[in-house]
């Protein structure tokens, strides 16, 4: 289903764009195409999506093909979803790897779950890794970039120099245009306290970018954590990140555009709500509320431990992902609706102890905040994206 | 109270935050004490109302422009509590600066403004700013936090290589938390742990002393007799941590089963660090 080969030195950028999504999430889809291979992410809380397209070229060879299900003959995708924990250490001293390896195969074995990753090396070393994937459709987002009014082009140096001011325990990181000058600063509540940390702020004239577009004067907040992952990777790759944004709310986009792969971040900003003030929590609890407002017919689903649930319904049917939002609106379109799989998003979103949604206020679920017709999120296979004009997406 | 100064020299700028550094790895919080012509970075002794950590900065040879004015005519010093690290990170982010000012602000509440102006790669200034939060410490509290009084050793010693030292005492640490440093007027010194198993010294010789600043000592004692104490292991490691280069001059005080007291110059910055003996 999946066989490629790549060089010492494009295993250093395909181990980059792993470490860059590791920042998202601690899962990752491997989903070749006939487009190429895409390595793409989703955080738990669907505040960020990284999705890294390797373009066939980029291999030193690159076979692809659908597996056709002896049942009933459908055609399906590899449907391949990796630990990080597992495919991580693989790709760890990036720079002795890029030194000491020849040739890096990926494959996949039909019969058994599992992509074996063969590493090559100087001296007539080889080491072969066996990953074992569970089955699960991946996730895409395809977002509008066009209807953007605010697009950035700048190299990794500049943006890599302004994240290094803000410490690790400030979470968010404001972003404010105007058409004289850009300003990163730490994004600060109404009030600040002696115990706050540092508020700091770096500006950067219009002269310091590729290419600089302001239509509108704004201020978004995102998290710095998945911004800092984009970077790992577009310093590898020595191009440019465009930034794509907009009002407050709306999602903002990082796009890297390079010949051999296409990289793209889709991160939530923080909305201009009045409860904005309110602590993470009580988003937390307004997003519960919401999900409890929408039918839930299965009530017999008790408190289990959300993997569990999991991997529960993966057995059932193949797990589409969607907000309930999409569900509703689409829920024509489903062929499997499976009451399981709703309860198992919400509960995914309940877990109190999740330390992602307390920390950081701009995790707004990308679906929520955002009116349809500038981006969806869409399952590649069964159903075409919402909106009519395809956007960056790879489906 | 104000307080404004401006740092335009890259040594002098590097130097300033090697300090700083060194300060974040002693204490978490510290005091900074602003006069006209020195800065201190204070630490004071929860336990003994004294102080545990005195640093010295003079004025002139890190800044081009300094102004200050204190609290009243009489008490012309500002006394601010800060998070060190703060300070240390915020100087760190200055790396290429062309110039880096500082000085005391009120934004909602007082805060420490360090104003850095970048050189780009395309050689063009970037303005980057940090506001440090910083509590001002009223004038009651200031006399646990005066600059503290040498004791009286009964023995004076010369450090040998910090790092040699701190080298040693970390592979100590695993063997028990009490360690014993004794040393004599004939240049020895020893760093002893114990525990029920093994007994480890290190022996460092020929360091030479100080001379004596009292005659009496130097008169009573026989220069083979060692003055020991007694110390918290983790407290020495912490202080030999946060000296990242040798010292222009280090001496050891100590006073027998009380404390040590260590002296230390890097280049113009003098720092004393206290430790008690452990009861």
Not at chain 1, 150 to 166: D, K, S
Not at chain 2, 76 to 91: C, D, F, P
Not at chain 2, 124 to 129: E, F, H, Q
């Amino acid at each position: 289903m999946l066989k490629c080969g790549m060089s010492g030195s494009q295993v250093k950028v395909f181990g980059k764009a792993i470490q860059a999504l590791s920042r998202i999430s601690d899962e990752l889809w491997l989903d070749p195409s006939e487009k190429g291979l895409a390595l793409r992410s989703v955080n738990s809380c669907r505040s960020a999506y990284g999705c890294v397209l390797f373009s066939p070229v980029f291999f030193q060879h690159y076979q692809w093909s659908t597996s056709v299900d002896m049942n009933n003959g459908t055609k399906s995708n590899l449907n391949c979803k990796l630990g990080i924990k597992s495919i991580l250490p693989i790709f760890r001293c990036l720079n002795s790897l890029e030194r000491n390896v020849e040739v890096c195969k990926i494959f996949t074995r039909s019969d058994k779950c599992k992509v074996v990753i063969q590493l090559f090396c100087r001296h007539g070393i080889k080491k072969t890794h066996n990953v074992c994937f569970q089955e699960s459709q991946p996730l895409q987002v395809i977002f509008e970039k066009n209807t953007c009014s605010n697009t950035l082009m700048i190299q990794p140096r500049v943006l890599a120099e302004a994240i290094v001011l803000f410490t690790s325990s400030q979470e968010e990181v404001t972003l404010a245009v105007t058409p004289l000058e850009v300003c990163i600063k730490s994004s600060t509540e109404e009030s600040m306290d002696l115990n706050s940390s540092v508020y700091s702020e770096m500006f950067v004239g219009p002269h310091e970018f590729e290419f600089f577009q302001i239509g509108v004067d704004t201020e978004i907040t995102f998290c710095c954590k998945e911004l800092k992952g984009m970077l790992i990777f577009s310093e590898a790759t020595h191009a440019p990140i465009t930034m794509h944004f907009d009002f407050p709310g709306k999602p903002m986009a990082l796009n890297i555009d390079h010949m051999l792969l296409e990289a793209n971040f889709v991160l939530a900003t923080l909305a201009d709500e009045p409860s904005r003030a309110s602590s993470p929590q009580s988003l937390c609890l307004s997003q519960k509320r919401k999900r409890s407002d929408l039918p839930c017919s299965n009530s017999k689903v008790g408190k289990k431990d959300s993997k569990g649930m999991e991997s529960i319904s993966r057995k059932v049917a193949p797990r589409k992902l969607y907000a309930d939002e999409i569900l509703s609106n689409i829920s024509a379109l489903e062929n499997s609706g499976s009451p399981i799989m709703k309860r198992v998003n919400s509960d995914t979103e309940e877990e109190p102890g999740s330390p992602s949604l307390r920390k950081c206020k701009a995790k707004n679920n990308l679906m929520e905040v955002m009116p349809k017709s500038y981006f969806c999120i869409s399952d590649i296979e069964h159903l075409p994206p919402l909106s009519k004009k395809p956007g960056f997406g790879v489906g | 109270m104000k307080f404004r100064a401006k740092i335009a020299d890259a040594a002098c700028l590097n130097h300033f935050t090697r300090v700083s550094c060194m300060v974040a790895k002693l204490a978490r919080t510290c005091t900074l004490r602003i006069r006209p012509h020195a800065l201190n970075f204070i630490l004071a002794d929860p336990a003994g109302g004294g102080v545990s950590m005195w640093c010295e900065l003079p004025q002139e040879n890190f800044f081009s422009e300094f102004q200050m004015e204190g609290v009243s005519e009489d008490n012309n010093a500002i006394y601010v509590e800060l998070a060190a690290e703060n300070l240390s990170r915020a100087l760190k982010t200055a790396q290429n600066a062309r110039a880096l000012k500082v000085k005391l602000t009120n934004k909602h509440f007082p805060c420490l403004t360090v104003s850095i102006e970048l050189v780009s790669v395309s050689s063009s200034s970037r303005m980057v700013t940090h506001d440090i939060p910083v509590k001002v410490i009223p004038r009651k509290l200031w006399r646990n936090l005066q600059e503290p009084t040498v004791p009286d050793a009964d023995v004076s010693i010369y450090l040998p290589v910090l790092k040699t030292m701190k080298s040693v005492v970390e592979k100590m640490k695993n063997i028990s938390n009490q360690l014993i440093i004794e040393a004599n007027l004939n240049g020895d010194l020893n760093l002893k742990i114990e525990s029920e198993l093994v007994c480890v010294t290190t022996h460092f010789k020929d360091l030479g002393n100080p001379p004596s600043a009292s005659e009496n000592e130097s008169e009573d004692r026989s220069p083979e007799q060692m003055a020991e104490v007694q110390v918290d292991i983790r407290k020495f490691l912490q202080f030999l941590a946060g000296q990242q280069v040798n010292p222009t001059r280090g001496v050891c005080n100590i006073v027998s089963h009380k404390m040590v007291h260590f002296d230390l110059l890097h280049e113009d910055v003098s720092l004393q660090y206290f430790i008690p003996a452990l009861s």
